[in-house]
């Protein structure tokens, strides 16, 4: 009998009132720690009635929910089961050697539900560093996304804290190729670049480089596939089946993933046929903070306050003429603002190399 | 909101599609969308619909349910679930413009995408899953450990395809998964999926008929 055939009594017709004024089984307190994995059990066993009339009446005190008979299960048990059956998604055709083996060796390492948990990929760094950057967000099969809240901010002095777990994730799944969407994620790419270097010499991907393309809806989907075009020729002649990171410092609509997705796999079956499998994964920052505009309001208190979001003369590219321009191809902006900002996020980056560095020694003396 | 709160707000069944952001292969979005406009249809008589409010499969299927209530005139008796601060992409928003109540309706659900997939498990009444990765699998398990039925578009790729191959003995059963393999139902078309919901009792049931 299903869950739902229990929770109705079998075949008989359903009182929506009933349903309503059944009894609560569970407390607001449990709900909270089952949802955040707190109690020790991932279902809480099934309550005993009676001693809940002697709850407190209050009806702010209850939390009710549809009736259940969950299973009792620890975490474990079903992540075990999750990451079981998940290994079997990567034995399909389409999902051969490379695949499975990145994935396999990323499995051996986690212990979240995801592939890889933030906190896995930052576990050998002790150094001191606000967790509130470093580990907000997931890692998923999609890709990794960090979320931030709205008081988070970001500027040329710390940015290096902020794209640590996206350099630990390209580090991780050795990715073909990085394309990092201009001009919004120009400087989030170039600080990704900048700390893989210091941190693990060269850049994984195929050709060693971090790619810059424009992802916009303003230009005609011939402009995007011109644009593309000799690149996704690069990357289908070196691999028949690339694994694609593209970067981007802020999702709102999901246009970029969508446009960058169905553009790079339409000029790939150009080149190569119907049977070449782009394999996606995106790296975004998203949530109220995601956006790493360095607005005043946003800055005030950090060393320099900055503004690169749609600033040229701060992210030091710009398309078209004008504020916001749409051309599809950029144009450098060899602007003061622009060589300030890179010397003081390159010198951010140095410090907390620095400091990554000190703690491994100290790690290691230990 | 609570869970409380969101079964209680929504007529049921309360009918969840789960699906990858970004699908793996023998993902056909065409299916996904005909899937949606026959939920719709199914749920007209009584019902709720959501998803988990991502890109991918979610959009086609919601796609499908503006479709239907474009051509009908009506409300799209559904919803999507994110984690509070997440919004969904504006094509969602796009969509539900297009239906008669104009709005989409986001019910905030979680602190994260890890939370919400427990809320996901437990809204449902059930779930159909269309191809999927490995969150899918984990909305499904929790799901079928909550005793959930969960429809699977077995051709679709992915976690539908695992969980089918998993009912029907081509995917051994895990030892220490104990669960109820009949709450798999494992189908080969949208058609089905729409025909098991129609037959069985317990959602005439649900939905008074």
């Not at chain 1, 055939?5 to 349903?19: A, L, N, S, T």
């Not at chain 2, 895990?174 to 798999?184: N, Q």
Request: hydrophobic share 35%; charged share 30%; aromatic share 8%.
């Amino acid at each position: 009998m299903s869950r739902l055939q229990d929770i109705f009594d079998g075949g008989k017709d359903i009182d929506r009132e009933e349903f309503r004024d059944e009894k609560p089984r569970i407390f607001y307190e449990q709900e909270r720690q089952i949802l955040n994995g707190m109690g020790e059990e991932y279902f809480p066993p099934a309550r005993d009635i009676s001693k809940e009339k002697e709850a407190p009446s209050k009806s702010e005190d209850y939390i009710i929910y549809a009736p259940s008979k969950s299973k009792k299960i620890s975490k474990e048990k079903l992540y075990g089961n999750v990451q079981d059956l998940s290994k079997h998604l990567f034995l399909t055709p389409h999902h051969e050697d490379k695949i499975f083996y990145k994935q396999n060796e990323i499995i051996k390492t986690k212990n979240t539900t995801y592939m890889i948990s933030l906190e896995s990929l930052l576990t050998k760094y002790k150094f001191n560093s606000s967790k509130k950057f470093i580990s907000r967000g997931n890692v998923f099969m999609g890709g990794i996304n960090l979320k931030y809240d709205q008081d988070t901010m970001v500027n040329a002095g710390n940015i290096g804290e902020f794209v640590l777990p996206i350099v630990e994730y390209i580090h991780a799944i050795k990715p073909d190729y990085v394309i990092a969407s201009d001009r919004g994620a120009r400087l989030l790419g170039l600080a990704v670049f900048e700390l893989y270097r210091r941190l693990h010499g060269k850049f994984p991907t195929s050709d060693g480089t971090l790619r810059f393309r424009r992802f916009s809806k303003s230009n005609t989907k011939k402009e995007t596939e011109d644009h593309l075009r000799s690149l996704v020729k690069d990357m289908v002649a070196v691999e028949d089946n690339p694994t694609v990171l593209v970067l981007d410092d802020w999702v709102c609509s999901g246009g970029t993933k969508v446009l960058a997705e169905e553009t790079i796999s339409r000029l790939a079956r150009q080149y190569r046929g119907d049977k070449v499998k782009v394999d996606f994964k995106f790296g975004v920052l998203m949530g109220a903070g995601g956006d790493i505009s360095g607005h005043d309001s946003k800055n005030s208190g950090f060393a320099g306050t900055v503004d690169w979001r749609d600033d040229s003369n701060i992210i030091g590219v710009k398309y078209g003429e004008n504020w916001g321009g749409s051309d599809i191809k950029g144009s450098a902006v060899r602007s003061q603002g622009s060589k300030k900002y890179r010397k003081r996020m390159y010198k951010g980056i140095r410090k907390l190399t620095k400091k990554i560095n000190e703690a491994e020694q100290e790690k290691a003396a230990a | 909101m609570s869970l409380k709160e969101i079964i209680e707000k929504y007529p049921h069944p309360i009918i969840g599609v789960i699906g990858a952001s970004t699908p793996l292969p023998g993902y056909n979005p065409r299916e996904a969308k005909d899937l949606g406009y026959k939920l719709r249809d199914f749920v007209e008589k009584g019902g709720s619909l959501f998803t988990g409010g991502v890109p991918g499969v979610g959009l086609d299927v919601y796609e499908g349910i503006v479709g239907y209530c474009e051509e009908r005139g009506v409300e799209d008796k559904f919803f999507v679930m994110l984690p509070t601060d997440i919004s969904p992409p504006q094509e969602y928003f796009d969509l539900a413009s297009r239906t008669k109540n104009g709005k989409l309706i986001v019910e905030s659900a979680g602190k994260d995408m890890e939370e919400r997939r427990d809320y996901v498990a437990e809204v449902a009444d059930s779930l159909v899953v269309i191809n999927g990765g490995m969150g899918t699998i984990d909305e499904a398990v929790k799901g079928l450990y909550s005793g959930k039925e969960v429809l699977c578009l077995s051709n679709s790729g992915g976690a539908a395809e695992i969980l089918s191959k998993l009912r029907l003995g081509e995917i051994p059963k895990l030892s220490d998964m104990d669960v109820d393999m009949d709450l798999i139902k494992t189908c080969n078309s949208p058609d089905e999926i729409i025909g098991y919901l129609i037959n069985n009792k317990l959602y005439k049931q649900l939905r008074g008929e």
